[in-house]
């Protein structure tokens, strides 16, 4: 991928070049030839001494192992799609603020998403060995409101990192002036970028009715005012309990930074929303709140980046057929309802919430 390739990308998973690419599908020769190359560059550009090197089974976008020397245990997080994206740069260089910041999260050892001696991107992070915390709600184990409450508080310190423009950061500032700034001058080209695209899709796939989609038009639209933002903060972008790692009572630390954004500061809040009850949510701006005041009109900006959310959320659920998985799939095993009907009801809730017919402790 060449250097500002994310510029016209609003997430990830919804809006790759390479919707199919996942960089997990590979066959054993595949893999076995990636650890391969992978003992080599470690052995030659990191640490020697490798005693092992296994896989880690994570499950997001990238390839993840775990390095075993005598001394310590390190956590490698490979990026080898198709389209050759370079926003590790981004993510390596964010982790390091957020290490500065005090915020839980794995410290940085080592980045490289130059592929001039491996033809993949290398992140060397700490290894935590802490359980995520999505596994610890499916057991039963989680304290989610005292979770919740924390994650509001951690949500408002990581907001005083803030960034010049908005939206996904440009990995060429970074390369070229040794800053961290987004892609777009306003936030409202971000918020609204591929907007009528996702929508357009999720009609096309017989997802959402054509009225439906015209609803969800007119209230973004009827609540545009609400994008006009002068300062970017420091957005996980994704925000899930499978994404940080903890005890049922505590936060260990907050990973994969890899679709972080400077954007709006409910928008992480709202991601909360996409998942979890209005109690939870209730909570998490408790958590907030003890630090940083709230936002103006933080109710109305909720629902508003909720219906964004859940969205493009829909979009990545239709295209990877998340809607067809087993019970054994990430997303699937709490809720009541199945996760297709889950989706379209937040997306319902996300609208009334912004028509004023519904409070956050509502969801």
């Known amino acids: 991928?060449?250097?500002?390739?994310?510029?016209?990308?609003?997430?990830?998973?919804?809006?790759?070049?390479?919707?199919?690419?996942?960089?997990?599908?590979?066959?054993?020769?595949?893999?076995?030839?990636?650890?391969?190359?992978?003992?080599?560059?470690?052995?030659?550009?990191?640490?020697?001494?490798?005693?092992?090197?296994?896989?880690?089974?994570?499950?997001?976008?990238?390839?993840?192992l775990l390095a075993m020397y005598i001394d310590q245990t390190y956590f490698v997080r490979v990026e080898n799609g198709p389209e050759k994206d370079d926003y590790m740069d981004i993510e390596?260089?964010?982790?390091?603020?957020i290490n500065h910041s005090g915020i839980p999260s794995p410290k940085l050892f080592h980045s490289d998403s130059s592929r001039q001696n491996v033809p993949?991107?290398?992140?060397?992070?700490?290894?935590?060995?802490?359980s995520d915390l999505n596994i610890l709600e499916k057991k039963g184990e989680l304290e989610l409101i005292k979770i919740a409450m924390d994650i509001g508080k951690y949500i408002a310190k990581w907001q005083q990192i803030t960034f010049p423009k908005f939206g996904l950061?440009?990995?060429?500032?970074?390369?070229?002036?040794?800053?961290?700034?987004?892609?777009?001058?306003?936030?409202?080209?971000?918020?609204?970028l591929n907007w009528d695209m996702h929508l357009q899709y999720l009609q096309d796939s017989f997802f959402l009715e054509k009225t439906q989609v015209r609803?969800?038009?007119?209230?973004v639209a009827g609540a545009d005012y609400l994008l006009d933002i002068s300062q970017g903060c420091l957005v996980h972008k994704d925000l899930a309990l499978w994404n940080?790692?903890?005890?049922?009572?505590?936060?260990?630390?907050?990973?994969?930074?890899?679709?972080?954004?400077?954007?709006?500061?409910?928008?992480?809040?709202?991601?909360?929303?996409?998942?979890?009850?209005?109690?939870?949510?209730?909570s998490a701006l408790e958590g907030y709140s003890s630090v940083k005041p709230l936002p103006g009109m933080y109710e109305k900006k909720f629902w508003l980046h909720l219906l964004r959310n859940?969205?493009?959320k829909a979009v990545i659920r239709v295209k990877g057929d998340y809607f067809n998985k087993s019970g054994n799939f990430f997303m699937n095993g709490t809720r009541e309802k199945d996760?297709?009907?889950?989706?379209?009801?937040?997306?319902?809730?996300a609208c009334q919430g912004l028509m004023g017919n519904k409070k956050i402790t509502d969801l």
């Open 310 to 312: 859940i969205v493009f």
């Open 339 to 349: 996760l297709k009907t889950f989706t379209l009801e937040r997306i319902q809730c």
């Open 92 to 97: 390596s260089a964010v982790l390091q603020k």
């Open 244 to 282: 940080i790692l903890g005890s049922p009572v505590q936060i260990h630390a907050f990973i994969d930074w890899s679709d972080t954004i400077s954007g709006d500061d409910m928008d992480d809040i709202s991601l909360l929303g996409c998942f979890h009850s209005g109690q939870v949510v209730a």
């Open 1 to 64: 991928m060449k250097l500002n390739d994310r510029k016209n990308i609003y997430y990830w998973k919804s809006d790759r070049q390479h919707t199919q690419g996942n960089t997990q599908d590979l066959n054993r020769s595949d893999i076995l030839k990636l650890q391969e190359q992978l003992k080599e560059y470690l052995t030659a550009h990191f640490k020697t001494g490798l005693l092992k090197l296994s896989p880690a089974g994570g499950q997001g976008n990238h390839i993840t």
């Open 215 to 219: 609803e969800i038009k007119q209230l």
């Open 169 to 192: 950061l440009n990995p060429l500032a970074l390369s070229e002036k040794n800053i961290l700034e987004g892609y777009h001058d306003t936030y409202r080209d971000y918020f609204l």
């Open 120 to 130: 993949f991107a290398i992140q060397v992070i700490e290894y935590i060995k802490s």
